[in-house]
């Protein structure tokens, strides 16, 4: 079957939508880079149809699922899944203009380099005051937000090395050096966090 399902992204979709509300603009092109299943994209284009949505992912296998959703959804306002490579295609091959990036649940499953890529990325591509929203696990002042974090952490660095929850004071710094500000972040279900950067004027 090609539509893939998340439970965790049935989950938390309704919640970062609630945050998604308050920071988005009205208009305008949203990037998600590594949309996995599609079921994000479908539940925010379904939700906000002012914004035309672009997903994307670098696995055939999720944009197979991404393009599966979307048939099923029929909605105007979501486009065909990209072929988005943070760690392969410059920021000029990425689509635009865009009015805000997204990457929920990324940057921990990922290598860290991947991080760096994203950021400097969007603070090429976004507009002043453009928003990149960042989701999931992290780690804060060096320390874990709480148990269940620390032990999804081990189990992250046991299936790759190269992956793990990172620390928001090291994607922050990170983020500022790319012309990103740290707007604010927000507590969410599961000892998650929501984090809004936005693009330096």
Excluded: C, K
Excluded at 41 to 66: E, Q, V
Excluded at 89 to 97: I, K, R
Excluded at 123 to 152: C, I, K, W
């Amino acid at each position: 079957m090609e539509r893939q399902f998340s439970p965790a992204a049935a989950r938390n979709a309704g919640p970062i939508l609630n945050v998604l509300r308050t920071a988005l603009p009205a208009q305008g092109t949203v990037l998600e880079v590594g949309s996995g299943s599609g079921q994000h994209a479908i539940a925010f284009a379904a939700a906000l149809p002012g914004l035309r949505w672009l997903p994307s992912d670098p696995d055939p296998a999720a944009r197979r699922s991404i393009a599966a959703w979307s048939q099923a959804a029929g909605l105007a306002n979501l486009a065909p899944p990209q072929d988005l490579d943070l760690l392969r295609d410059p920021v000029e091959a990425w689509p635009g203009p865009l009015a805000a990036i997204l990457a929920i649940n990324l940057v921990h499953i990922t290598p860290w380099a991947v991080t760096p890529a994203l950021l400097e990325g969007a603070g090429r591509a976004l507009p002043p005051d453009g928003l990149l929203f960042l989701y999931g696990p992290f780690m804060q002042g060096g320390r874990h937000t709480s148990v269940s974090n620390e032990s999804f952490d081990r189990l992250l660095r046991s299936h790759d090395p190269a992956w793990g929850v990172r620390d928001l004071d090291r994607v922050a710094e990170a983020a500022a050096a790319a012309g990103l500000r740290l707007e604010r972040s927000v507590a969410m279900p599961a000892n998650n966090l929501s984090v809004l950067f936005r693009r330096e004027p």
